[in-house]
């Protein structure tokens, strides 16, 4: 096979959780552009059945639904619809989240605390476990993309906003998918995760707004800038296809060289 072929998804069905705006837009339009059919699913209908229509344009089998990620009656309705329009499914990108509050760990709400850790992590796993079992009794193997961030490495180190309960909701991101990679690899699904640096989208809308801020992210940025949100495109293509045949467990940075200071 060529090294170009290596990324086409011809015939390949995938999912992207958060599709209606920012990285999961471009992750389901870079799916797309290289062959596959994607549903989206997210909270926001207008932003998603707009993503959806974009998705058609291309040629592509596509569709929007509204889920909450964290509600597994929701994912489960979802996950039948897919397999009832699109025939199966062989790719899933977990990518819904939201940002921290940027309170003191002293000051964070229980009920935050909990509402982080469900949509940011635990939902990785209800939407994980769901499609995995939906690969194994297809017994064609698939791909998992968890979006992890380079919080599941550092502590935000933007004082006074250090985000912990987002950090450690991460970090756990990081973890569940080498748990995934390590329990599913016999059946031949790939887990593997993308740790972005900040990109500009709307969940970093907020930190935008005060200059300081963003002064400290792009010094302690060697590229000096944010990552613009379709950088992440060659990525999700090169994770969700052959071209990555023989990785798994792994957590790729893409951060304009931030943690490496
Ligand atoms: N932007 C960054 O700098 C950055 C850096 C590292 C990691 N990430 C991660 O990338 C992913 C995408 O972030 P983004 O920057 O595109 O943010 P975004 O806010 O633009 O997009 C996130 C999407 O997830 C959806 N979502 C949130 N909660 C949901 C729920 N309960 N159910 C269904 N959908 C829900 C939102 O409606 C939104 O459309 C997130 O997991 C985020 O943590 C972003």
Redesign the pocket.
């Known amino acids: 096979m060529s090294a170009l072929d290596l990324f086409n998804l011809t015939d390949q069905v995938a999912i992207v959780?958060?599709?209606?705006?920012?990285?999961?837009r471009q992750m389901a339009l870079a799916l797309a552009e290289a062959g596959a059919a994607v549903a989206i699913?997210?909270?926001?209908e207008e932003?998603g059945q707009r993503v959806a229509a974009e998705l058609a344009a291309l040629g592509r089998r596509s569709f929007f639904g509204r889920?909450?990620?964290?509600r597994v009656d929701e994912i489960e309705t979802f996950i039948g619809q897919v397999v009832e329009r699109l025939g199966k499914i062989d790719i899933l990108v977990n990518?819904?989240?939201?940002?921290s509050d940027g309170l003191a760990l002293d000051e964070e709400s229980d009920e935050a605390w909990r509402r982080m850790i469900d949509?940011?992590l635990s939902?990785m796993f209800y939407f994980g476990k769901r499609v995995a079992h939906h690969m194994i009794d297809r017994n064609e193997g698939g791909v998992i993309i968890n979006?992890?961030?380079?919080?599941s490495l550092v502590i935000s180190n933007i004082a006074p906003r250090h985000n912990v309960s987002?950090c450690v909701a991460?970090a756990g991101v990081a973890q569940l998918t080498r748990g995934m990679a390590a329990d599913w690899a016999p059946y031949g699904i790939r887990a593997n995760a993308i740790?972005?640096?900040?990109?500009?989208?709307?969940?970093?809308a907020a930190s935008r707004k005060f200059p300081e801020i963003m002064e400290r992210i792009i010094a302690n940025t060697p590229m000096k800038r944010?990552?613009e949100?379709e950088e992440i495109k060659g990525l999700v293509m090169y994770l969700a296809s052959p071209a990555s045949s023989f990785m798994t467990g792994s957590l790729v940075v893409m951060d304009g060289g931030t943690t490496i200071w």
């Not at 990518?95 to 940002?99: C, E, F, L, W």
């Not at 979006?147 to 919080?151: E, G, L, Q, T």
């Not at 972005?196 to 989208?201: A, E, K, S």
């Open positions: 959780t958060g599709g209606a705006r920012g990285l999961g699913c997210d909270l926001l932003d889920v909450d990620v964290t990518n819904a989240g939201i940002s949509t940011n939902s979006i992890a961030s380079i919080n987002y991460k740790a972005p640096g900040t990109m500009l989208t709307a969940q970093t944010y990552g949100e």
